[in-house]
């Protein structure tokens, strides 16, 4: 569901119920109460790797649907690192990860994606206009992570196409670049064995570097393959999503215009909760009988997050479903758009000061950029298991 309007009527059933979701055939505990979704996030009797349930038998959730689009077995290894780990295992690949995106190697990245924004713009308006998320949102975010791992220029365009056929959701295109893209970083890996550099694969391949034992290499690829799938297309629609819902609610970029001061802090906290383009977090599985809020959970039951309808929670926000840039987002970033507790996205940081630069570039320091079709007219398309994302951001400037 990608519509906040479509909760008000489920919100009436409380922040926790029973219900089928379209394309599942058990029930799941589907959860649209803000402060419910925190607490599970952050209770450890609801675990994400289904397979450590004691009984648990065929194959899992996420094995099933890598079965369904035809991924082979051998292939099933290098996903869901994180976000089907739990405990000690979780924390211990999660540290690796979060080495790549510590405030100072974020920051660090400041300058660079500031010159890569100014560059894509001023491609973008020596030909009057283009698509946002394919022509900025791409390449941007592209560099970033390309940037952090240590992927050379002349290998980016290669890893996009890639990239691109894995968010198609074709099997025919997603297998073959699955499998291009741990072939890629093997040979990397190798490369970076025998002539280390000063990035993150050299890092992770040496002896002594930042984890405290060696990784293998299939782990190593799992985390490159995981920053890869999580780092580039998902911020990068999310920055077509950011401008779209500016010039759409031309009144509240204007009072950004007036108030620049108000972007970082409050602004894109305010439009990564009015979006919220990850509507989903991972599903939980309860690793018990016990009773959550008043619902008899039973062992081995899923857990389904809605991040889009807890951050449209009217207990917690406000009027959710108005857009208000200078909403105070309260403690910490205030909402769920990027998780909370053990799986708290990564990322976070990094994508923060990408949508402040993008919108900064695109939309403060320039401002003629315009929307070059009807906003009925814009391209979405299905995302499986989290609804529909924007296609694509035709703008005139
Ligand atoms: C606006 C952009 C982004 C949004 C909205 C977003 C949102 C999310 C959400 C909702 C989760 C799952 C939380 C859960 O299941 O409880 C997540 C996890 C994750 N995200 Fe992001 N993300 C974004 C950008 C990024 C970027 C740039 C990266 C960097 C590579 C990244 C890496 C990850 C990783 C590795 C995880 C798994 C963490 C774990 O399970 O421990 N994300 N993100």
Same mark, same amino acid.
């Given at each position: 569901?990608?519509?906040?309007?479509?909760?008000?009527?489920?919100?009436?059933?409380? !922040?926790?119920?029973?219900?089928?979701?379209?394309?599942?055939?058990?029930?799941?505990?589907? *959860?649209?109460?803000?402060?419910?979704?925190?607490?599970?996030?952050?209770?450890?009797?609801? $675990?994400?790797?289904?397979?450590?349930?004691?009984?648990?038998? +065929?194959?899992?959730?996420?094995?099933?649907?890598?079965?369904?689009?035809?991924?082979?077995?051998?292939?099933?290894?290098?996903?869901?690192?994180? &976000?089907?780990?739990?405990?000690?295992?979780?924390?211990?690949?999660?540290?690796?990860?979060?080495?790549?995106?510590?405030?100072?190697?974020?920051?660090?990245?400041?300058?660079?994606?500031?010159?890569?924004?100014?560059?894509?713009?001023?491609?973008?308006?020596?030909?009057?206009?283009?698509?946002?998320?394919?022509?900025? +949102?791409?390449?941007?975010?592209?560099?970033?992570?390309?940037?952090?791992?240590?992927? =050379? =220029?002349?290998? #980016? /365009?290669?890893?996009?196409?890639?990239?691109?056929?894995?968010? &198609?959701?074709? /099997?025919?295109?997603?297998?073959?670049?699955?499998?291009? $893209?741990?072939?890629?970083?093997?040979?990397?890996?190798?490369?970076?064995?025998?002539? !280390?550099?000063?990035?993150?694969?050299?890092?992770? *391949?040496? /002896?002594?570097?930042?984890?405290?034992?060696?990784?293998?290499?299939?782990?190593?690829? &799992?985390?490159?393959?995981?920053?890869?799938?999580?780092?580039?297309?998902?911020?990068?629609?999310?920055?077509?999503?950011?401008?779209?819902?500016?010039?759409?609610? /031309?009144?509240?970029?204007?009072?950004?215009?007036?108030?620049?001061?108000?972007?970082?802090?409050?602004?894109?906290?305010? $439009?990564?909760?009015?979006?919220? &383009?990850?509507?989903?977090?991972?599903?939980?599985?309860?690793?018990?009988?016990?009773?959550?809020?008043?619902?008899?959970?039973?062992?081995?039951?899923?857990?389904?997050?809605?991040?889009?309808?807890?951050?449209?929670?009217?207990?917690?926000?406000?009027?959710?479903?108005?857009?208000?840039?200078?909403?105070?987002?309260?403690?910490?970033?205030?909402?769920?758009?990027? +998780?909370?507790?053990?799986?708290?996205?990564?990322?976070?940081?990094?994508?923060?000061?990408?949508?402040?630069?993008?919108?900064?570039?695109?939309?403060?320091?320039?401002?003629?950029?315009?929307?070059?079709?009807?906003?009925?007219?814009?391209?979405?398309?299905?995302?499986?298991?989290?609804?529909?994302?924007? +296609?694509?951001?035709? *703008? #005139?400037?």
């Amino acid at each position: 569901m990608s519509d906040p309007a479509q909760y008000a009527a489920l919100r009436e059933r409380g !922040p926790v119920f029973r219900t089928v979701i379209e394309g599942l055939e058990s029930p799941v505990w589907f *959860v649209s109460g803000y402060e419910a979704c925190k607490e599970i996030l952050h209770d450890a009797r609801f $675990i994400r790797d289904e397979s450590k349930l004691p009984g648990r038998e +065929g194959p899992s959730l996420a094995e099933q649907m890598l079965g369904a689009v035809g991924m082979p077995q051998e292939y099933f290894k290098y996903f869901g690192l994180l &976000s089907t780990s739990d405990g000690e295992e979780h924390t211990r690949l999660r540290n690796v990860v979060a080495r790549a995106f510590t405030a100072r190697r974020v920051a660090a990245l400041r300058p660079h994606l500031e010159q890569s924004a100014a560059d894509l713009y001023a491609t973008l308006a020596a030909k009057g206009g283009g698509d946002l998320i394919m022509e900025v +949102g791409y390449p941007f975010t592209t560099a970033a992570i390309c940037d952090l791992m240590g992927v =050379e =220029e002349a290998d #980016r /365009p290669q890893i996009l196409g890639w990239i691109m056929d894995l968010v &198609s959701y074709n /099997p025919e295109q997603l297998v073959p670049a699955v499998k291009n $893209i741990v072939g890629y970083y093997r040979d990397l890996i190798a490369r970076r064995r025998a002539e !280390p550099t000063d990035d993150l694969v050299s890092e992770l *391949v040496k /002896p002594g570097g930042i984890h405290r034992d060696l990784l293998a290499e299939d782990v190593i690829i &799992s985390i490159f393959l995981l920053l890869t799938s999580t780092g580039i297309a998902p911020p990068a629609h999310f920055l077509g999503q950011a401008v779209l819902t500016l010039l759409t609610h /031309p009144g509240q970029l204007a009072e950004l215009r007036a108030r620049p001061e108000l972007l970082a802090k409050r602004a894109v906290p305010e $439009i990564l909760r009015y979006t919220t &383009s990850v509507p989903t977090g991972g599903p939980l599985y309860a690793a018990g009988d016990f009773e959550f809020r008043g619902c008899p959970v039973r062992h081995g039951d899923a857990v389904v997050p809605s991040l889009l309808g807890v951050n449209h929670d009217p207990a917690r926000f406000d009027g959710p479903d108005r857009l208000d840039l200078s909403r105070d987002p309260g403690p910490g970033i205030g909402h769920l758009a990027f +998780g909370s507790g053990a799986h708290y996205c990564t990322g976070a940081a990094l994508a923060q000061v990408q949508t402040e630069i993008v919108i900064d570039t695109f939309l403060l320091r320039n401002r003629t950029l315009e929307l070059a079709v009807e906003p009925d007219r814009l391209p979405f398309f299905d995302v499986p298991g989290k609804g529909t994302a924007l +296609g694509g951001l035709p *703008v #005139r400037l």
